[in-house]
């Protein structure tokens, strides 16, 4: 499954932002979709996922209450909004899917495409 990111851009602190992921000739409605995030000179950090069921797990504790993720199967696209965005937030943004099951979020990233910037300005 190949996944697009897109939706990136500049936000004052504060702000809110919201991100698309989408696949190519392909539906996701059978993948857990996760976000991870990775900004300059520091490690991959994994944000939120959703399962096929539409739950959410949240992989860091920093984007509780700020940040949530959806997804519509009509537009076959999975979204990432963020609120109440700091500046530690910047980073590239990428979706993945899950692996070694393909419908749960408690796993690995295994495939992802090109991220989206996102910087947030203080």
């Known amino acids: 499954v190949q996944l697009q990111a897109s939706g990136g851009g500049l936000v004052q602190s504060g702000g809110s932002l919201r991100l698309s992921c989408v696949a190519a000739?392909?539906?996701?409605?059978?993948?857990?979709i996760a976000w991870f995030r990775q900004a300059p000179g520091k490690e991959r950090e994994g944000v939120l996922c959703?399962?096929?069921?539409?739950?959410?797990?949240y992989y860091t504790d920093s984007v509780k209450g700020r940040f949530t993720i959806s997804r519509d199967k009509a537009k076959k696209t999975v979204y990432l909004q963020m609120y109440t965005m700091r500046p530690e937030d910047t980073a590239v943004y990428h979706c993945?899917?899950?692996?070694?099951?393909?419908?749960?979020?408690?796993?690995?990233?295994?495939?992802w495409g090109q991220g989206t910037l996102v910087t947030v300005s203080s």
């Open positions: 993945s899917t899950i692996t070694p099951v393909a419908d749960s979020c408690h796993g690995y990233f295994g495939s």
């Open positions: 000739g392909t539906t996701l409605d059978y993948h857990a």
């Open positions: 959703i399962n096929i069921d539409g739950e959410t797990t």
